[in-house]
Every structure is written in C-alpha cells, then in structure tokens.
C-alpha cells in the first residue's frame, strides 16, 4: 500500500539555526509531491508542487527539492514566524487524484 | 480569487444531532474534496467531486455521513446522528486540472460532539 512517512514529528529550532523536514514515500507512480503550512486551528496552507526527481522550488527561507524516493523541506535562517506544522501530500499515478497525506512534522522555533 | 470559504467555522453539537456544513469552493475549480482532521494527524480523504458528480468516497465513510454538490458550485457535508469520534475539524479543498491538480484548503470547520 502506497503510505507517506514525515519525519522528524516535531523539531525544536533556534532562530537562525537551519535544517531540513522529510517526507518519504512508498510509490507506484508520483503523480505530484505538495508541502503545506498549517497554523493551530486553520486549514492548511500552500507551499509547493513538485512533479519529478530533480526539481527544486523556493519561496522565502523554504526550499522543496525531490528525489525518486523522498523530498526535502529545507528551511534557512528560520524565524519564530515560521512555525507551525509542515505536511506533505503524494499523489500516485495508476489510482485516483486523491493526495495522501503525512501526519506533518511540527515545527517550533524559539527567538 | 477569494479563496476557498466553509461555513460555520465552529459547531458544537449533542450526539445524535444532525448537522450540515457549506463549503464555497474558488470560483473557476472544477474538483472539490472533503477532508476530516484530527490533532495529530494529517487530513484524511473522505470524498472528492468533479463538477457535480461524486466521483470518489472512502470507505471508511460511513453511512451517516453524505455529501452533495449541486450544479457544481458550493458543497455540503451533512453528518446524521453524529457521534463523539466525529468531533473533529472538516475540511474543504478544491483544485482546478489545469492548474496541476493543486489543491486549496479552506478554513475548516470545526466540530464538537458532547
């Protein structure tokens, strides 16, 4: 069964101190890889698409890249702002559209 | 765009009580989902809908739980004799083919059984 796996679950920052989420999946055919931001009591909010092995997308102090197995949230230079909880969404080709998605990693970051 | 709106953005309801929520998704987004969230956990599938038509349900939707999409606009999700493990927040997504299949979430709704 196709699952997607974040890790760590929860990662404590100083500001400035940067590193990277993870988001491996079992896949029989990426269809898209989705990163999101979620704040306590809201819906998750759009970060990135990524459709295929190599590509690299930034926005701010995030980058997304994707490998054939796993991708990749860095974050440099963090600041309190950023955080929240990070989820990531595949959707697999040879199946319906319907992204599954990881349990998220929550992120804190201390001033 | 507006963004996608859910309404109301909390319930708080007694068990055994019906109650519906309203999704509007962005204008021009032809697929429509519904998600359901828990604390912990990512959001869960529970039903998706390309223009008017229910095209997907989980099958650990139950019976209790129904969805509409009307002329292919804004959505409902109604949940009939609700219980305590439904409490819960309920999402709303949409997303558009052309636009690489993307999907918008909206604010949530969330839902307490007593």
């Known amino acids: 069964e196709d699952q997607v796996t974040q890790s760590p679950e929860a990662l404590r920052l100083q500001e400035g101190e940067s590193s990277s989420l993870n988001c491996s999946y079992t896949v029989s055919g990426l269809r898209g890889l989705f990163w999101y931001r979620q704040d306590p009591g809201k819906g998750p909010e759009f970060l990135f698409t990524l459709y295929s092995a190599g590509e690299e997308k930034e926005k701010e102090r995030l980058k997304a890249t994707l490998t054939k ?37 929550s992120l804190i970051v201390h001033p | 765009d507006t963004g996608v709106s859910q309404d109301p953005r909390h319930k708080i309801t007694k068990r055994g009580q019906n109650v519906t929520f309203r999704c509007d998704p962005i204008s ?30 989980s099958r650990l939707l139950s019976d209790r739980f129904s969805a509409e ?37 909206g604010p949530g709704t969330r839902l307490l059984v007593l």
């Open chain 2, 69 to 105: 999409r009307p002329k292919g606009s804004f959505s409902t999700l109604e949940i009939q004799r609700t219980e305590q493990g439904d409490s819960a927040m309920y999402l709303c997504a949409s997303s558009s083919w052309d636009r690489g299949e993307t999907q918008y979430f």
């Open chain 2, 28 to 57: 021009e987004h032809n697929r429509l989902y519904w998600y359901r969230q828990t604390l912990g956990q990512g959001p869960e599938f529970l039903t998706y809908f390309q223009n008017e038509a229910q095209l997907e349900k």
């Open chain 1, 69 to 105: 197995k796993e991708s990749f949230l860095h974050i440099t230079a963090p600041k309190p702002e950023d955080s929240a909880t990070y989820l990531c969404a595949v959707s697999f080709s040879g199946g319906s559209y319907i992204p599954t998605f990881g349990r998220g990693t």
